[in-house]
T-cell receptor, first 116, second 109 residues
Framework: DSGVTQTPKHLITATGQRVTLRCSPR?????VYWYQQSLDQGLQFLIQ???????AKGNILERFSAQQFPDLHSELNLSSLELGDSALYFC???????????????FGEGSRLTVL | DAKTTQPPSMDCAEGRAANLPCNHS???????VYWYRQIHSQGPQYIIH???NNETNEMASLIITEDRKSSTLILPHATLRDTAVYYC??????????FGTGTSLTVIP
């Protein structure tokens, strides 16, 4: 158990809909990272927040947005869903704002999104 | 941006050491080498990381060559539960990890 909690574990929805994925980081971790893993793309970095502020951005679509709240939990909002958005969405946390000095990430078990 | 090259798959007999190689010939002097693994569709799990020196923890050992252009992850006594995809990662710009395609390790009874 990494200490990172993600909900829901599974989600099935229809195209055009909007969903929210939730992540609670490990106790004391200020950074939250979101990754997407689809069958043909591997693990893709989406976005990072540190103590409520956006710190780094990866391959995140404009239809997707995220935020980190004062209690440090984070939400990833996916809107106007398309079939291709079906994937595993992982949240990871870290105590630092940067991975430059050897920081590691602790991943949750993921949220599996299926868009029909 | 430093990238890594790993064999797509490997087999290892249960109880034997599993040696997973990784090439990172373009690594910069201050970039760490990380290893993660992903069992089936679970969240990736941190294994170990290093900069220059060899490292060992309760899970594995990491051997980094002197020129830092390659490394080897060693699982000393592989078990069936070690069957997973193993990712060798070097930080790529900003705060993101580039996971690549990894090595699918199958531990055979």
């Amino acid at each position: 158990d990494s200490g990172v909690t993600q909900t829901p574990k599974h989600l099935i929805t229809a195209t055009g809909q909007r969903v929210t994925l939730r992540c609670s980081p490990r106790s004391g971790d200020l950074s939250v990272y979101w990754y997407q893993q689809s069958l043909d793309q591997g693990l893709q970095f989406l976005i990072q927040y540190y103590n409520g502020e956006e710190r780094a951005k990866g391959n995140i679509l404009e239809r997707f947005s995220a935020q980190q709240f004062p209690d440090l939990h984070s939400e990833l909002n996916l809107s106007s869903l398309e079939l291709g958005d079906s994937a595993l969405y992982f949240c990871a946390s870290s105590p630092r704002d940067s991975l430059r000095m050897g920081g590691e990430l602790f991943f949750g078990e993921g949220s599996r999104l299926t868009v029909l | 941006d430093a990238k890594t090259t790993q064999p797509p798959s490997m087999d290892c007999a249960e109880g034997r050491a599993a040696n997973l190689p990784c090439n990172h010939s373009t690594i910069s002097g201050n970039e760490y080498v990380y290893w993660y693994r992903q069992i089936h569709s679970q969240g990736p799990q941190y294994i170990i990381h290093g900069l220059k020196n060899n490292e060992t923890n309760e899970m594995a050992s990491l051997i980094i060559t002197e020129d830092r252009k390659s490394s080897t992850l060693i699982l000393p006594h592989a078990t069936l539960r070690d069957t997973a995809v193993y990712y060798c990662i070097v930080r790529v710009g900003g705060n993101q990890f580039y996971f690549g395609t990894g090595t699918s390790l199958t531990v055979i009874p």
